[in-house]
């Protein structure tokens, strides 16, 4: 099993900026690809963003494209996401995801709220 833990989350004016952070443990290793989500009420999640197990490719939602940057920190077990510019439609609860061929598994998830 793969825990996974979402930090950094809060209010922030339009305009501002976030850092969100997952923590994994249990059998997690860097082999797990890793995305963040996002889930807005009355909408559908989201995939906001990718990176690959070791880091060399990310990809992006339009959405967020030139705003938003994942890493990863695989000493670490860690997962970030960099969150610029926000603007009141990036409000939701954003959350952690990793998979590794059939298994995956989520985090509870964050709130993040845009407005002023």
């Known amino acids: 099993q793969v825990q996974l833990v979402e930090s950094g989350g809060g209010l922030v004016q339009p305009g501002g900026s976030l850092r969100l952070s997952c923590a994994a443990s249990g059998s997690f290793s860097s082999l797990y690809a890793m995305d963040w989500y996002r889930q807005a009420p009355g909408k559908e999640r989201e995939l906001v963003a990718h990176?690959?197990?070791?880091?060399?490719?990310?990809n992006y939602a339009d959405s967020v494209k030139g705003r938003f940057t994942i890493s990863r920190d695989n000493a670490k077990n860690m997962v970030y996401l960099e969150m610029n510019s926000l603007k009141p439609e990036d409000t939701a609860v954003y959350l952690c995801h990793a998979a590794r061929w059939s298994s995956d598994y989520w985090g509870q998830g964050t709130q993040v709220t845009v407005s002023s």
């Open positions: 990176i690959s197990s070791g880091g060399s490719s990310t």
